[in-house]
């Protein structure tokens, strides 16, 4: 019999396109996580910065404010006018700069009430320095010809300090409960992972971590569990401004597709999605090889940006 030439999908293919199809059939009611930017610090025009909406019965709720968080948000479907509540993992640059964007995009597009923002001590300075400097922009907006309201581009921030690492509730409304997971992101003294439940689901977004006890304890038996990767492969010294430490920045930040693994592994959540992936290469199959040999066999999918799971 002659061989076929065609070339088979790759796993990792086939699992995300069986996951993308389940998302499909999800009922409108029900809980969708919307993968806005999946992006890291380096400019990628396909992968904006980090963002995640998890949206429950028409109920939006934002995890990060990457670049270009607002322009992903219409690109969604999602309603520019902002979300219900917007929660900050830490405040590093790529989880923040789409933040003005959040606050004033959605005042302009007609939001009235404040946004409603949660995450860590110095969120507030940093939306009041914001706010101060696009000054100008509020007075003309509302004293100009565009008459805007005087209350839609002010922010409700909600600082907490969570140690204990059971976490704690941040936010609970109307069936919807989102847990603040304490992690470590090298040397940030605050930096938070997410779990949100819902009437039919739950979900963990990791942030930017490396592996702790505290995502692995949130995440058990979850339905969907977001979690930032880099390939240990790639992990080597660079020619640039602060390269020589590269390999040592990356172990104390952030979580190794080894690691993540071993991770999911015990873990078990029913999908495994990568993001925020901190590489060189478009290498996805290396990324699903290592998580395969570290010993998690559940459903792993890379996502792109827009990708609804």
Not at 249 to 264: N, P, W
């Amino acid at each position: 019999m002659p061989k076929s030439n065609r070339k088979k999908s790759s796993p990792i293919i086939v699992a995300r396109t069986v996951a993308l199809a389940r998302a499909k059939r999800r009922k409108p009611s029900g809980t969708t996580v919307v993968m806005l930017g999946t992006g890291m610090p380096r400019p990628d025009p396909e992968c904006f910065g980090p963002a995640t909406a998890v949206v429950y019965d028409g109920r939006v709720f934002l995890f990060d404010a990457g670049s270009g968080v607002v322009r992903r948000m219409a690109a969604a479907g999602l309603s520019v006018r902002g979300p219900e509540a917007t929660f900050i993992t830490h405040l590093h640059s790529d989880h923040t700069l789409g933040y003005p964007d959040l606050i004033l995009t959605t005042w302009v597009m007609g939001r009235r009430t404040p946004l409603q923002a949660y995450g860590p001590v110095g969120l507030k300075k940093m939306t009041k320095h914001i706010l101060a400097a696009w000054d100008e922009d509020i007075h003309v907006r509302i004293e100009g010809l565009e008459h805007q309201t005087t209350t839609g581009y002010k922010v409700a921030v909600h600082e907490f300090d969570v140690s204990d690492a059971s976490g704690g509730v941040v936010y609970e409304k109307d069936g919807v409960r989102i847990t603040a997971i304490p992690v470590i992101h090298g040397c940030w003294k605050q930096a938070y992972g997410f779990r949100i439940d819902t009437p039919d689901r739950s979900i963990v977004i990791s942030g930017d971590t490396v592996p702790t006890n505290t995502i692995l304890e949130s995440s058990r038996g979850v339905d969907v569990l977001v979690h930032e990767v880099y390939p240990e492969s790639q992990v080597a010294p660079e020619v640039r401004i602060g390269g020589k430490t590269w390999p040592s920045y990356m172990r104390e930040f952030h979580t190794s597709d080894i690691e993540l693994g071993l991770l999911a592994a015990e873990a078990q959540p029913k999908l495994l999605v990568l993001h925020h992936i901190v590489r060189h290469e478009e290498d996805d199959d290396e990324l699903l090889e290592s998580i395969r040999d570290a010993g998690f066999e559940g459903e792993v999918v890379v996502a792109k940006d827009l990708d609804r799971f």
